[in-house]
């Protein structure tokens, strides 16, 4: 079992979570491969930030026996992306991908001018990157800050409303086919109906493009926010039924590739502050559970928490099944962390 979508913190953030706790947290639900985010503090836009996060990590790789990678962000800045290919050619699969946030998210790394997105697909082009980039899809122009009432979770739904990702997603589709650049696309964390139509008649052109969805958008919608207790604010936020549905049913059907957590946990102190993030590992396993209990075979399951991952990045597919025990492992994993986002669910 892989996830390919982690926030582990550390660093200045270690009283969310240390890296050495999200790697045993792994370990014990089963996940076998993660890859952290990156919008950690400092970031990892440089590649000495890149070997001081891998070496950190290292002495909990080898404890937890979960492999370990990171992505490097990017940024608008060209002698940036530059240094950003050469270390993914030089660290490859320590380093497995490139990240692009074009909305603003956790850690201010947001490219939020179209001009500024398109300059790093033909940055990208004529570097020659043939890695992935991943990108967090939400149009800033299109978002109503002003609808969200602090406390009040499932008003940040109405703040980032579903137009945000699908135009987005739109967007950033057209600059990566106008740049030409030989990268492959993978749009995270998808959420709306809309955006997965928009991947779909993409991958039916025959171009490079996967997505991957939350357990979270998969299982729950914004009226899940309104329990204040459960703290379900993320960057996309919990969407309507409809959106819920598109993406629970995009697993079954192929739609949508893989599982990936956007494991993202926070103190208390933080949530009631507004931070946006949940932990997820319990979720993969709650999703794993449900889709089981809906009859979906073996085979998808294991592609979509497993295969379709690996093969996205060139990886080779876990050895080990997907985990057994699952109630127990989901209690231990909650147990972990201060709040448990998938309550009552």
């Known amino acids: 079992m892989m996830d390919l979508h982690v926030h582990l913190r550390d660093w200045s953030q270690s009283g969310k979570e240390t890296v050495e706790h999200g790697l045993k947290t792994a370990a014990m639900c089963g996940i076998k491969r993660v890859a952290d985010m990156p919008n950690t503090s400092p970031a990892l836009t440089d590649r000495s930030s890149v070997l001081d996060r891998l070496?950190?990590?290292?002495?909990?790789?080898?404890?937890?026996?979960?492999?370990?990678?990171?992505?490097?962000?990017?940024?608008?800045?060209?002698?940036?992306?530059?240094e950003a290919v050469r270390t993914y050619n030089e660290l490859y699969p320590l380093v497995l991908g490139l990240k692009l946030f074009a909305g603003q998210s956790t850690g201010n790394m947001g490219i939020i001018a179209e001009e500024d997105q398109r300059l790093v697909f033909q940055t990208l082009s004529r570097l020659e990157y043939s890695g992935v980039v991943l990108v967090h899809c939400e149009k800033e122009s299109l978002m109503k800050k002003d609808l969200y009432q602090p406390g009040r979770f499932e008003t940040h739904s109405l703040a980032r409303p579903a137009e945000c990702e699908t135009e987005s997603v739109s967007d950033i589709i057209t600059f990566w086919k106008e740049s030409g650049c030989r990268c492959g696309l993978h749009i995270c964390h998808i959420s709306t109906a809309g955006a997965i139509a928009l991947v779909k008649e993409a991958r039916a052109e025959g171009l490079d493009i996967t997505?991957?969805?939350?357990?979270?958008?998969?299982?729950?919608?914004?009226?899940?926010?309104?329990?204040?207790?459960?703290?379900?604010?993320?960057?996309?936020?919990?969407?309507?039924?409809?959106?819920?549905?598109?993406?629970?049913?995009?697993?079954?059907?192929?739609?949508?590739?893989?599982?990936?957590?956007?494991?993202?946990?926070?103190?208390?102190?933080?949530?009631?502050?507004?931070?946006?993030?949940?932990?997820?590992?319990?979720?993969?396993?709650?999703?794993?559970?449900?889709?089981?209990?809906?009859?979906?075979?073996?085979?998808?399951?294991?592609?979509?928490?497993?295969?379709?991952?690996?093969?996205?990045?060139?990886?080779?597919?876990?050895?080990?099944?997907?985990?057994?025990?699952?109630?127990?492992?989901?209690?231990?994993?909650?147990?972990e962390y201060p709040f448990n986002p998938f309550a009552g669910f």
């Open 55 to 82: 070496a950190l990590a290292s002495p909990s790789v080898r404890k937890h026996r979960v492999a370990y990678s990171v992505y490097m962000g990017l940024t608008k800045d060209p002698s940036q992306i530059e």
């Open 211 to 335: 997505c991957a969805a939350t357990a979270h958008h998969a299982l729950l919608n914004m009226n899940d926010a309104a329990v204040h207790e459960r703290y379900l604010k993320m960057n996309p936020p919990l969407r309507s039924e409809e959106d819920r549905l598109a993406v629970y049913n995009g697993l079954i059907n192929g739609d949508i590739d893989y599982v990936e957590s956007d494991h993202a946990p926070h103190t208390i102190e933080d949530k009631e502050g507004g931070a946006s993030g949940i932990p997820g590992f319990a979720g993969d396993l709650i999703l794993l559970r449900k889709l089981k209990s809906d009859g979906v075979p073996q085979s998808r399951l294991e592609e979509i928490f497993d295969t379709a991952p690996a093969r996205r990045f060139g990886l080779e597919k876990s050895e080990h099944p997907l985990p057994d025990r699952l109630d127990w492992r989901i209690e231990r994993a909650v147990k």
